[in-house]
């Protein structure tokens, strides 16, 4: 199914790069992506999942490190991109409160004829994993994204977060396919 957006929601989106899912390995950058929601089509019910556990992170946990155990719960998810310095569309990463490091994975389940038009990299193809320096500025993060687009649902987009790392899902998974995410984040931190 092929999606389409409007040239007022295509400005928008310009104007939201803060909020971008960064650029795969090659570089290139991608559009704002959506909010955390249960699915697509229900704009009425957004939220993101905070864990309630404390968790003791790491110096060594990175979104790489971070994406090794997630795909060992979600066998459908590859990582595609490692983002730096370099190459990171949103330059957020390494800035005060922004993630420290991230990644982009693809998840095989998400039909190509959703992902038309989308560049390779982008949140739409799997989803993004990000890793902060402290759970507040995670929480703060998904919050950020969540409230930029919370007013358009074809934007929708669930975010899970667990102490330190924000794993942001595309919406063309379905709630029960995203739910396996939700489950796996609780194994990182």
Do not use: W
Not at 32 to 58: E, H, I, L, M
Not at 103 to 114: E, L, N, P, Q
Not at 126 to 140: I, K, L, S, Y
């Amino acid at each position: 199914m092929r999606r389409t957006l409007t040239l007022t929601s295509a400005a928008l989106l310009l104007a939201l790069t803060g909020c971008s899912s960064a650029a795969s390995t090659t570089g290139s950058s991608d559009a704002a992506t959506p909010t955390t929601g249960t699915s697509p089509a229900s704009s009425a019910t957004t939220s993101v999942t905070v864990s309630s556990k404390a968790v003791a992170t790491s110096g060594d946990l990175t979104a790489t490190t971070a994406m090794a155990l997630l795909t060992a719960k979600v066998p459908t998810a590859k990582l595609t991109g490692v983002i730096t310095e370099n190459n990171d569309g949103n330059n957020l990463i390494g800035r005060p409160h922004q993630y420290t490091s991230k990644v982009t994975f693809k998840d095989s389940r998400i039909s190509a004829g959703d992902t038309v038009g989308f560049k390779a990299g982008d949140l739409e193809f799997g989803g993004a994993v990000e890793v902060f320096g402290t759970p507040a500025d995670a929480t703060a993060r998904a919050k950020y994204i969540q409230a930029v687009t919370a007013s358009i649902p074809a934007l929708a987009e669930y975010d899970y977060v667990h102490g330190t790392v924000l794993v942001r899902v595309s919406h063309f998974l379905k709630p029960s396919q995203a739910k396996g995410y939700e489950q796996a984040v609780g194994s990182i931190g």
